[in-house]
């Protein structure tokens, strides 16, 4: 057997170490206590994205543990997006960039909702993206007395970077009815600027009635606050 040569030369050096017939062995990968690390042919290194916790799937909600951080968030901003929520909302972005250069005069987003919620829900929505400085079309403040609830919708959705639907069981049932809800939804379905929101409804429910909205990545209150909701919207039109 080897004998060490630490008691006559000493170990004072990995190289002087490494030289050693008995303990040479254990010193070849610049560690003087361990030799080189041995991993389970199973193991994999784990992996880490950017931002805090955040959730993951369809529609974006607060399940996983994965985040990620948009190129347009801006520094120092404490809003978290999954990876399946950033890449559902990078092609709306792109679009709201090129209507902010050409049309900057735009309204930020248009919200389609169900009558029944213009109290409640709706209004809540309404009033957290105002309070971030986002501006709104939305039928109870927009609409005058006298004028063609119609013709004004229509210039709403003509006017907006973006289009919101807050998606409810009371939109729900004003889609089965093809009401102005169903109007609206039809405009908006035609372009790529459009952002479903679930708020008491599953992509189910929606799929049920329309398969076209549900087709579309959106956000989801059941996985997140109305107020991180919110602050994802803001950053998503500001420029």
Sequence with gaps: MAKCTAPVYGHRS???AADCPACGGRFRYGSRYSSAPSYPTSYSPPSYSSGGSGGGGRSGGGRSSSSSRPRWSRGG??????????????????????LAERQPELWDAFLCHAWDDRQDSA???????????????????????????????????????????LVTPAL?????????????????????????????ASFEDLN??????A????LSTSEESMAQVAAKLAELVAV
């Design 208 to 213: 049920d009635v329309s398969p076209m909205l």
């Design 172 to 200: 729900l049932n004003r889609l089965r009815a093809e009401g102005i809800a169903d109007k609206e939804l039809a405009v908006l379905l035609r372009g790529e600027r459009l952002v479903p929101i679930l708020h008491g």
């Design 123 to 165: 209004k809540e929505l309404h009033e957290l993206l105002a309070t971030q400085g986002v501006s709104v079309w939305f039928s109870q403040q927009n609409v005058s007395l006298g004028v063609p609830l119609m013709r004004a919708i229509d210039k709403g959705l003509a006017n907006s970077k973006v289009g919101i639907v």
């Design 77 to 98: 901003s404490t809003v978290i997006y999954t990876p399946a929520q950033v890449r559902a909302l990078t092609p709306i972005r792109e679009k709201v960039e090129v």
């Design 215 to 218: 087709s579309r990545s959106g």
């Design 14 to 16: 990995d190289s002087a």
